[in-house]
């Protein structure tokens, strides 16, 4: 009998008399130094040489520039975006406390509108002035239109301060408009006056 039968014997023998089953076999080849480590075991360094790996850890990166400055960056910024705002309010306000009193002294010219153009003709040597029927009715409406025009300027310079957004142009166009008008309204009285136009034919020779 050979050893390998014998020992298939014995093992069957052990089975056969309730003993317990041999252990299972390490198919793992033999280890050329020491033995093979128990399964669930790992290996922890002492506490100095733990301490050694986490003082040769490599720090953390530090964070980005723009991370550390957008804090520092952030009231400059504000600054000057609040800085506009005041220039802009401040002269939008200004223009129009100007056009507010411009509107008021237009709107009294036009009602005085008879004797200031007799005055203007008296200065030139003109004549005298005799005022159309119609002349009150154009400087009533004169005036309504003024008056309306800086309600809309203040009306919408206001909305655009309380939008945060440029509003000081307002009142520029505002005032152009109110000076066209005005002009307009003045050459229809003068034009339209049979004592200036005879003045007007002597100047050119006509």
Do not use: C, K
């Not at 130094?33 to 040489?49: K, L, M, R, T």
């Not at 986490?54 to 952030?74: D, I, L, S, V, Y």
């Amino acid at each position: 009998m050979t050893q390998d039968e014998a020992a298939r014997n014995e093992t069957q023998g052990h089975a056969a008399d309730g003993g317990d089953a041999p252990p299972p076999r390490d198919e793992r080849p033999r280890p050329q130094y020491g033995e093979y480590a128990p399964e669930g075991w790992s290996w922890q360094p002492p506490g100095d040489e733990r301490a050694d790996a986490a003082a040769a850890a490599p720090a953390p990166p530090p964070p980005p520039p723009a991370a550390t400055q957008a804090g520092a960056g952030r009231e400059p910024s504000d600054a000057a975006a609040r800085r506009p705002r005041t220039t802009d309010r401040f002269f939008t306000i200004l223009l129009l406390a100007l056009g507010a009193i411009g509107a008021w002294n237009t709107s009294v010219s036009l009602q005085q509108l008879p004797g200031a153009i007799q005055s203007v003709y008296s200065d030139q040597g003109v004549g005298t002035y005799t005022p159309q029927e119609w002349l009150p009715t154009l400087a009533l409406i004169g005036t309504v239109f003024m008056l309306a025009l800086y309600a809309a300027v203040l009306g919408w310079s206001i909305a655009r301060l309380r939008a945060r957004r440029l509003a000081f142009w307002v009142p520029l166009v505002g005032g152009a408009v109110a000076f066209l008008a005005t002009m307009v309204l003045t050459s229809i009285v003068f034009f339209t006056d049979p004592t200036f136009q005879s003045y007007l034919e002597r100047m050119t020779g006509v």
